[in-house]
Every structure is written in C-alpha cells, then in structure tokens.
C-alpha cells in the first residue's frame, strides 16, 4: 500500500476528512514517530506494535566484487515489533 492509499482509505473512513486534511494527519502521525525515534524515544501503540531505535555495531563487511575487506561505521536502525493484536489479526483463521 502507498501513501496515496492509505491517505484514500483515511478519507474513507472518516468522511468529516477532505483528502489534504486526511494527508496532513498521516504526515502529522508519522512525523511525530519519526521525531520521538530521533531523540532515541521508543514509541508504543497498544495492540499494534512499538517501534524503536537500535544500535548496530561497526563492523568489517567483504567487497563482493574485489574480495577486498572494508569497515562498515556503526549506526542506528529503526525496528518494529508488531503488537500482540496485531500478530493475532494476521494469523486468525
């Protein structure tokens, strides 16, 4: 599903929304997941999943094509873990 999508199936559900205010909300939604993940916040929606911010060591990795050996730098991930619910939701029969 892509942005224009999901905004679509927003509208839809609430017919109160016109299409730029159901855009805004997405962008608002997922603009404050994004800020809180910056500032190292884990972000927790009940019964959906949290998403969070994880370390990843440096690391030495292997240049496919040369065999040569280079240093990957540390970094941070973001991740999801999906929520009890949700889990539930995907897997009924």
Do not use: C, H, W, Y
Not at 69 to 85: E, H, L, R
């Amino acid at each position: 599903m892509k942005k224009s999508d999901f905004v679509k199936q927003l509208k839809d559900r609430l017919p109160e929304m016109n299409a730029d205010q159901a855009e805004k909300a997405f962008d608002a939604v997922f603009d404050t997941i994004a800020d809180a993940m910056k500032s190292g916040e884990k972000v927790d929606v009940r019964g959906f999943g949290s998403f969070s911010v994880r370390d990843q060591a440096a690391r030495k990795a292997r240049n496919p094509a040369t065999g040569e050996t280079i240093d990957v730098p540390a970094k941070k991930a973001p991740a999801f873990k999906a929520g009890k619910q949700l889990k539930d939701a995907l897997n009924a029969a």
